[in-house]
């Protein structure tokens, strides 16, 4: 089981994501980024931030 805290990398954001590898983590978290966010495309530049911030719980 996978686990990632979106304010490990933007502080103030309170968002929390699990998933059983890092492809389920970031399916949730490239629609986080844009939605709460504002990124500009899912992915472009979350992914390389949120990928060595995750976790296993």
Same mark, same amino acid.
């Given at each position: 089981?996978?686990?990632?805290?979106?304010?490990?990398?933007?502080?103030?954001?309170?968002? +929390?994501? +699990?998933?059983?590898?890092?492809?389920?983590?970031?399916?949730?978290? @490239? @629609?986080?980024?844009?939605?709460?966010?504002?990124?500009?495309?899912?992915? +472009?530049? +979350?992914?390389?931030?949120?990928?060595?911030?995750? @976790?296993?719980?």
């Amino acid at each position: 089981m996978k686990t990632f805290h979106c304010g490990d990398i933007i502080p103030g954001c309170e968002a +929390s994501f +699990s998933a059983a590898d890092e492809a389920g983590i970031l399916a949730q978290t @490239r @629609r986080h980024a844009v939605d709460a966010h504002g990124d500009p495309e899912p992915g +472009s530049v +979350s992914d390389a931030l949120v990928l060595p911030a995750i @976790r296993t719980v």
